[in-house]
């Protein structure tokens, strides 16, 4: 399984733009990069999966450098209600393989 | 559409007691997984299920026992609880296998005493 490293926690303020960087050097060919988060009592919810280079939804954009050993999650204009643990994960598509979450990077949106 | 649902939300158990943790699915995943989140902590899998009738170990399966009988249905049990299995319990479920999205319950908060 190819392990990830990212920032125990990270502070913003409300309207700014977020990025969560997470590294993964022993990224395997058919592996795909996912992000996760996580509300207080809540479970982890699905956000952005992406392969290479940027992938685009209505909540955050994933960018992916050719070389794929790192990834960045970036969250426009947080609001409060961003404030939550942010999870990236590695892993393939093919072939069952259990998905290692990580301690995450917990992100605390200021006023 | 529930999603993924899990009974009971909260639970009191004496050292030696046992309980049934039960989730419940209604996208007909063929996949289901048990974790388990200590504070401070990211989630580590206890066992998951690859479809009725099988289940599989995981990173932490000790002292927990799971069956599939029914597709929708995931069922993690503890024989006889202690207070290392204080935690929060997760149930997951997904479509497909790998890094498919996994759609999480809302959890079960268990104390044991």
């Known amino acids: 399984l190819a392990k990830t490293t990212q920032p125990i926690s990270m502070d913003s303020y409300e309207g700014q733009e977020v990025n969560i960087t997470c590294s993964h050097n022993?990224?395997?060919?058919?592996?795909?990069i996912t992000w996760y988060q996580q509300f207080p009592s809540q479970g982890p919810r699905f956000i952005i999966q992406?392969?290479?280079t940027k992938v685009t939804n209505e909540v955050a954009s994933l960018f992916i450098p050719a070389d794929r050993k790192s990834s960045t999650l970036s969250l426009p204009r947080v609001s409060l209600s961003d404030t939550a643990v942010y999870y990236c994960?590695?892993?393939?598509?093919?072939?069952?393989?259990?998905?290692?979450f990580g301690t995450g990077t917990r992100l605390l949106v200021s006023p | 559409n529930a999603g993924v649902t899990q009974t009971p939300k909260f639970r009191v158990l004496k050292t030696g007691q046992s309980m049934t943790l039960l989730c419940a699915q209604d996208?007909?995943?063929?996949?289901m997984y048990w974790y388990r989140q200590d504070p401070g902590m990211g989630l580590r899998l206890i066992h998951y299920?690859?479809?009725?009738?099988?289940?599989a170990k995981g990173e932490v399966p000790d002292g927990y026992n799971v069956s599939r009988l029914k597709k929708q249905n995931f069922l993690l049990g503890l024989e006889s609880a202690a207070p290392s299995q204080t935690s929060v319990y997760f149930c997951?479920?997904?479509?497909?296998?790998?890094?498919?999205?996994?759609?999480f319950g809302p959890g079960t908060r268990l104390l044991v005493l």
């Open positions: 997951a479920s997904s479509y497909l296998q790998g890094s498919e999205t996994q759609y």
């Open positions: 022993n990224i395997a060919t058919n592996d795909y």
């Open positions: 992406g392969y290479k």
């Open positions: 994960l590695v892993g393939t598509r093919t072939g069952f393989q259990k998905l290692v």
């Open positions: 996208m007909n995943h063929e996949y």
């Open positions: 299920s690859v479809g009725e009738g099988t289940t």
